[in-house]
Every structure is written in structure tokens, then in C-alpha cells.
């Protein structure tokens, strides 16, 4: 089965830069994509590694280790809008096809 | 463009009832997934259709359905609802179901309260 690992909880300063940690399982690895939920809102879609190494987007970045089946979403110059839960996901094989697992989630809370 | 809609926002059921759900994708994506969402369990997959074919399905009972009509519009059904089915019933869809892009645009939810 597929499995990922995420800390349940991050604090951190307005300006300052956090980093968020996402071990997983899978077979069949294809790759890992991270999410922003607001509260009552929907995960929007925040970036996506299929190979090693660190992906920018503007303060926003993510990187991909498959050997040490090891990820991370790196936030920078946080703000406050920036609290929110952070969910990474794998695309692994699932045996007949392959499907999306979430973490269970991040909770980032920003503080002045 | 529109975003993907999700109808009806929020409903209420008793236990054993079923209940209907649907999802319209952004035009132009043919992958429909389905999640649900509680705060215990986190975002859990349902089962992903393309092209009215299921393609994927997640860990669930039988009491949940789900189909894919030919303008990529999608259902799921929930059968014989229990009180555990309380969740937010989240849809998502993506250009391609494999191989391609892996970025999904989820819909705001059905918020769906067994009692």
C-alpha cells in the first residue's frame, strides 16, 4: 500500500521561512505533488516533483528525494494568508492503476 | 474558465438513506477523482474515472458508487448512509488520468451530515 509521513503541526513567525517534511511508501513511485487547504475551502494544487531535486515557485518550493523517499515543501518570506494545512501526496501503483494518497496533513500557523 | 462545481453544497441525511452527489469538471479534463474528507482521516481516495471508465478505486465498501457520464460529468452515490459517512465529499479533475499532468483542481465539497 501507499503510506506518507507529515508532522501534524508547524508555528512560525510572519517573514520568516518553514519547512515542511513528507516521508512516504509506495510502489510504483510516479510522483509528489503538495496542497494548501484553507479552512472551509478546497487543496489547491501547489507543486509537483517527478525527479530529484528542488522545484521554485515564487515563495514556494519543493524538493524530491526518491531514494530517501523524502520530500519537503519549503515556504519563504511567510506571510500571514500563508496558515493553512499543507497536504503532500503520492501517485503510486496500486496494482491496477495507480492512484493519488494524501497525508493527513499540516497544520501551518503563521504568527506576527 | 469555470471552476469545477460540486452540487449540492451541503446536505443532510438519516441514517440509511442514500444520497447522490455530483461533480462537473473543469471543461475540457476528462479524470474525475473523488475524495473524502474528515478530520480524523484526512483526504481519502474514492475511486477516479476517465472516459465514463473507472479507473482507480480506494479502500471503500461497496455502498459507494460513482459513475462518469460522456461529457466527463460525474456522480457518486452513497447507499445505506451511516453515521460515519458524515464528511466533506470532495471532487477533483485533472487533463489525463496517468502519465500525464498530475495537477488536480478540487471542487468546494459537498458537505454531507448523516444523522
Known amino acids: 500500500g501507499q503510506s506518507l509521513e507529515q508532522p501534524s503541526e508547524v508555528t512560525a513567525v510572519e517573514g520568516a521561512i518553514v519547512q515542511i517534511n513528507c516521508t512516504y511508501q509506495?510502489?510504483?513511485?510516479?510522483?509528489l505533488s503538495w496542497y494548501q487547504q484553507h479552512d472551509g475551502g478546497a487543496p489547491t494544487f501547489l507543486s509537483y516533483?517527478?525527479?530529484?531535486g528542488l522545484e521554485e515557485t515564487g515563495r514556494f518550493s519543493s524538493f524530491l528525494s526518491r531514494s530517501d523517499s523524502y520530500g519537503y515543501l519549503l515556504l519563504q518570506e511567510l506571510q500571514m494568508k500563508d496558515s493553512a494545512s499543507y497536504f503532500c501526496?503520492?501517485?503510486?501503483?496500486?496494482?491496477?492503476?495507480?492512484?493519488?494518497?494524501f497525508g493527513t496533513g499540516t497544520q501551518l500557523k503563521v504568527e506576527l | 474558465k469555470a471552476g469545477v462545481t460540486q452540487t449540492p453544497r451541503y446536505l443532510i441525511k438519516t441514517r440509511g438513506q442514500q444520497v447522490t452527489l455530483s461533480c462537473s469538471p473543469i471543461?475540457?479534463?476528462?479524470?474525475v477523482s473523488w475524495y473524502q474528507q474528515t478530520p480524523g482521516q484526512g483526504l481519502q481516495f474514492l475511486f477516479e474515472?476517465?472516459?465514463?471508465?473507472?479507473?482507480n478505486k480506494g479502500n471503500f465498501p461497496g455502498r459507494f458508487s460513482g459513475r462518469q457520464f460522456s461529457n466527463s460529468r460525474s456522480e457518486m452515490n452513497v447507499s445505506t448512509l451511516e453515521l460515519g459517512d458524515s464528511a466533506l465529499y470532495l471532487c477533483?479533475?485533472?487533463?489525463?488520468?496517468?502519465?500525464?499532468?498530475?495537477?488536480?483542481?478540487f471542487g468546494p465539497g459537498t458537505r454531507l451530515t448523516v444523522t
Open positions: 477533483a479533475s485533472s487533463l489525463e488520468a496517468t502519465g500525464g499532468s498530475y495537477e488536480q483542481y
Open positions: 509506495t510502489s510504483g513511485f510516479y510522483g
Open positions: 516533483n517527478a525527479l530529484d
Open positions: 501526496a503520492v501517485r503510486g501503483d496500486t496494482g491496477g492503476g495507480n492512484k493519488l494518497t
Open positions: 471543461s475540457g479534463h476528462r479524470s
Open positions: 474515472y476517465f472516459s465514463e471508465t473507472q479507473r
